[in-house]
């Protein structure tokens, strides 16, 4: 079965505090994944995603096919990376068809 | 541009009514797909439709429908509505049909509450 889990529904940490966002997937075959995020009150955007390879207002993560896991981290939290982040799969099959984590919120601390 | 547009933004029927929901993607796109989320979790995804057609659906029953028009545009149609289709639905559009690195950009969605 195709499926996304974030097992924290809230996160709580200082500003300046690593962070970490854990995702798993279950999919078979080579799947595409992504980090969206979501700011109070704005929509839903993509943050980054595992082809790119990229690091987007200081986050990375990594594609471990292994553990079959896609955490987003961040070296120093800031006040302003307080959202709901989502993680999300997206097979290889074509089309966009996305499948979404139940999503976990992000609260930094002063 | 004003990015991907949505209308209504609130709603409010009862149940057994139907519903038509609209979407307008960023010009340009040709493709558009619709997700449903439900309170405390993630958008789950009803379809796409690229250049017209449908091009994949998820597990929604008969009663979710969908279609688009030759300005691209889409329109959600749910008969006989549930309690349970209470969510933000939230539509996407894309350039093209979804190859490997493209991009969704989704809109601010409509809020559906059911009585």
């Known amino acids: 079965a195709q499926r996304v889990t974030q097992p924290e529904k809230l996160l709580s940490v200082f500003k300046g505090a690593p962070v970490e966002l854990k995702c798993n997937y279950s999919y078979s075959g080579s799947p595409e994944l992504f980090w969206y995020v979501q700011y109070s009150r704005q929509r839903l955007q993509l943050l980054l995603r595992h082809i790119s390879r990229e690091s987007i207002k200081g986050f990375t993560a990594d594609l471990n096919k292994g553990e079959t896991s896609f955490h987003l981290k961040k070296p120093f939290a800031q006040e302003e990376d307080s959202a709901m982040y989502y993680c999300a799969l997206r097979g290889n099959t074509g089309g966009f068809k996305t499948i979404f984590g139940a999503g976990t919120r992000l609260f930094v601390k002063a | 541009d004003a990015g991907v547009t949505q209308s209504p933004t609130h709603l409010i029927k009862t149940r057994g009514q139907q519903v038509t929901l609209r979407c307008s993607p960023i010009s340009g796109h040709k493709s558009v797909s619709w997700y449903q989320q439900v309170l405390g979790q993630g958008p789950q995804f009803i379809f796409q439709?690229?250049?017209?057609?449908?091009?994949g659906r998820g597990n929604f029953p008969d009663r979710f429908s969908a279609r688009q028009f030759p300005n691209y545009s889409s329109e959600l149609n749910v008969n006989a509505l549930l309690l349970g289709d209470s969510a933000l639905y939230l539509c996407?559009?894309?350039?093209?049909?979804?190859?490997?690195?493209?991009?969704?950009?989704f809109g601010p969605g409509t809020r559906l509450l059911v009585l």
């Open positions: 996407a559009s894309s350039l093209a049909q979804g190859r490997r690195g493209e991009t969704q950009y």
């Open positions: 439709y690229y250049e017209k057609e449908e091009r």
